[in-house]
């Protein structure tokens, strides 16, 4: 049998539905903690992606794709406006 998990300790992917509003309760919001899960979230990335023996064009996609995204968000409010105009 495998050894208990503490709920804190568990990965989301593995907490269940019931379980979430528990383990939200115990992240850490506070501005030191959200820069740290930044950091890991980082970390993981460029040591899975971008710090490997052998790259591809994978990680750098996901970064050009994840500006894309978020540049087209931040002008949605303009582009919103022009998408109904036929020709003026």
Known sequence: LPAAVLLKDTKLMD?????????????????????????????????KYINVRKGGLGGISMVLAGYVVLSYMWSYSHVKHDRRRKYH
């Open 15 to 47: 907490v269940k539905l019931g379980q979430l509003g528990s383990w939200l309760a115990m992240r850490d919001f506070t501005p030191g903690g959200i820069m740290g899960a930044m950091r890991r979230g980082y970390n993981r990335y460029y040591n």
